[in-house]
């Protein structure tokens, strides 16, 4: 059984950070030790909410308990999400560096959230250079959607050929796989959400329907998509399998989601698609070097 640290945002109501990650990467069979930069009543794309940004100290006084219990050695992997602050970011580096010391194996998966002002996501101020400067060289792994693909990066992005490229460029600085969650503007059809699973040397391009849910797109997705990559890989699964698999899986929740009429992801309700999806889409190569 593996066991992930999950340092990223908690919503009471709804489905965004760890609301939308750990129970889905609980039924897929990992332990997941969540712990929350923020609690917040909701997810901040309602424009409104409620609740606390956890001081970042706090994250650092909990690692030290479980270390304190030797059970850090235990722990397969960090993943992180969203931040409540900059400082917290910096003792998520801490916590990282201190869970390798104690687990030289593990990883530390750093899905990069940043602001998007265009779908309303509000993230606090210098989280964005942190990622730039300091969470992605220190990364195993990283999953931005495009946005955070073209800042990582400073480049802009217009097509795959150039979202490869943009990802090749972050491999050259620190992690070994980056997966870009939703191409968008820059993938082959305006119909289709696609996907690309980078590497030094293979590219792997995937692609699922768009389903019409108007203006008002479900957040946590991309939470969604990263827990679920990480639980894949740490079971030993290939890119390949990994990129297939939560595919299929985010598919059928947003088709449960679309078919209930709800805006808030139905992760309980879609769970039998997490666990073994109903879907199957393919992954193509697109480049082998
Ligand atoms: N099959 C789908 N049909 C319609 N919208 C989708 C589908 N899958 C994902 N989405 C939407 O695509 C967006 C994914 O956002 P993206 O910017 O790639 O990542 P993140 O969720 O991390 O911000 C979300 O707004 C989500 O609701
Ligand atoms: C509190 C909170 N956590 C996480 C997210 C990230 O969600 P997504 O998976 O859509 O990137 C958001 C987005 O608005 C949010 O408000
Ligand atoms: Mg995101």
């Known amino acids: 059984m593996k066991n992930i640290l999950a340092i990223q945002s908690h919503v009471v109501y ?7 990650a750990e129970f889905p990467m609980r039924r897929m069979g990992a332990n997941v030790w969540p712990l929350n930069t923020v609690q917040f009543s909701n997810h901040t794309q309602y424009g409104q909410w409620t609740g606390t940004v956890m001081p970042a100290e706090h994250l650092t006084d909990i690692v030290q308990g479980i270390a304190a219990i030797d059970r850090l050695k235990t722990c397969d992997a960090v993943l992180s999400g969203y931040l409540g602050s900059a400082e917290q970011g ?8 201190q869970v390798k ?3 030289p194996d593990a990883w530390y998966f750093c899905d990069p959230v940043m602001g998007h ?3 309303g996501c509000i993230v606090a101020p210098g989280v964005a250079e942190f990622h730039c400067q300091v969470s992605l060289p220190a990364s195993d792994i990283v999953a931005p959607n495009l946005l955070e693909l073209e800042m990582l990066s400073g480049r802009t992005i217009n097509d795959l050929d150039e979202a490869i490229e943009a990802s090749r460029s972050l491999i050259d600085k620190g ?3 980056v997966l870009v969650k939703h191409l968008s503007r820059a993938g082959l059809r305006s119909d289709q959400f ?11 391009h995937i692609q699922r329907p768009l389903i019409d849910f108007g203006v008002r797109q479900p957040v ?3 939470d969604l998509t990263s827990g679920l990559l990480l639980v894949n890989l740490l079971q030993g699964k290939s890119h390949l399998q990994a990129l297939e698999h939560i595919t299929a899986a985010v598919y059928g929740v947003m088709l449960k989601t679309h ?3 709800e805006y808030e992801l139905q992760l309980v309700a879609a769970q039998d698609e997490i666990a073994t999806p109903s879907h199957h889409f393919r992954a193509i190569s697109k480049v082998t070097i």
Do not use: F, R, W, Y
């Open 175 to 177: 992690p070994k796989v």
């Open 14 to 20: 709804g489905h965004a950070g760890n609301a939308a």
């Open 101 to 103: 010391a104690a687990n």
């Open 90 to 97: 910096e003792k998520i580096l801490d916590i990282v560096q």
């Open 259 to 261: 078919s209930m009429g």
């Open 194 to 204: 696609e996907m690309l699973l980078v590497t030094k040397h293979e590219a792997l």
């Open 220 to 222: 946590g997705v991309g």
């Open 117 to 119: 002002p265009e779908k």
